[in-house]
């Protein structure tokens, strides 16, 4: 079946550091894919999202590109802020279904 | 204006009871989800509404009902709790299928089974 899988966490990293968190999936087909963040107390929201290969999704300085060759959208960002530190859930979806199937999230501390 | 309402934020309960979770959306959309997030965060889609009818099901126990009046409300009803339940379930709208419809959460509802 359809899943993702991310990195565990949690990742601790220090202000104005690079920050990657790794999302393979697995899918019948071409999905598209998110990623959608939750800040503590809240509900996720989405972040950003690419619809196929080599798209590359981009959103309050994060970025992931599509790669089809490796079955991966891995989440970047050049300088993290201490307001970043959330849970991070990749996404997946494929057309025509209502269903987003989520990874198990990935923990970010920023420490200032 | 909150776009998706999910009531209440927390709910403490003993084993055996019975409890209901409502969610509103104010969004106009068509289909709404309730999703699980366990202890270690993990997500799960529990079931999906599409104007009123239930289009996804997930291995879920019957104790889980759930119950769309109007395609603004999708509401949860569970039997008989257990330990196990504890978890914050999310309720979600979007407009339909595809990549470019997102889905909007509500906030949560912290749900603790002594």
């Known amino acids: 079946g359809n899943s993702v899988t991310q990195m565990e966490g949690p990742v601790t990293l220090s202000e104005e550091a690079f920050l990657t968190i790794n999302c393979t999936y697995t899918?019948?087909?071409?999905?598209?894919l998110f990623w959608y963040v939750q800040y503590p107390g809240e509900g996720l929201q989405l972040l950003l999202k690419?619809?196929?290969?080599?798209d590359k999704g981009s959103n309050k300085g994060f970025e992931a590109t599509y790669r089809k060759e490796t079955t991966s959208f891995h989440l970047e960002k050049g300088s993290v802020q201490v307001s970043d530190s959330a849970v991070y859930f990749c996404?997946?979806?494929?057309?025509?279904?209502?269903?987003?199937?989520f990874g198990s999230g990935t923990r970010l501390l920023v420490r200032p | 204006d909150t776009a998706v309402s999910q009531t209440p934020k927390y709910l403490v309960t003993q084993m055996g009871n019975d409890k209901s979770i409502k969610c509103e959306q104010n969004?106009?959309?068509?289909?709404m989800y309730w999703y699980k997030q366990d202890s270690k965060k993990f997500l799960k889609i529990m079931f999906s509404?599409?104007?009123?009818?239930?289009?996804i099901n997930e291995t879920v126990p019957n104790r889980f009902s759930p119950k769309s009046p109007d395609k603004a409300h999708l509401n949860l009803h569970i039997n008989s709790l257990e330990l196990g339940d504890s978890a914050v379930y999310f309720c979600?709208?979007?407009?339909?299928?595809?990549?470019?419809?997102?889905?909007?959460f509500g906030s949560g509802t912290q749900l603790s089974v002594l």
């Open positions: 979600a709208s979007s407009q339909g299928t595809g990549a470019n419809e997102k889905l909007f």
């Open positions: 899918a019948t087909g071409y999905p598209s």
């Open positions: 690419a619809t196929k290969a080599d």
């Open positions: 996404a997946l979806r494929m057309d025509s279904s209502y269903k987003l199937i």
């Open positions: 969004l106009g959309h068509d289909t």
């Open positions: 509404y599409n104007n009123k009818e239930l289009i």
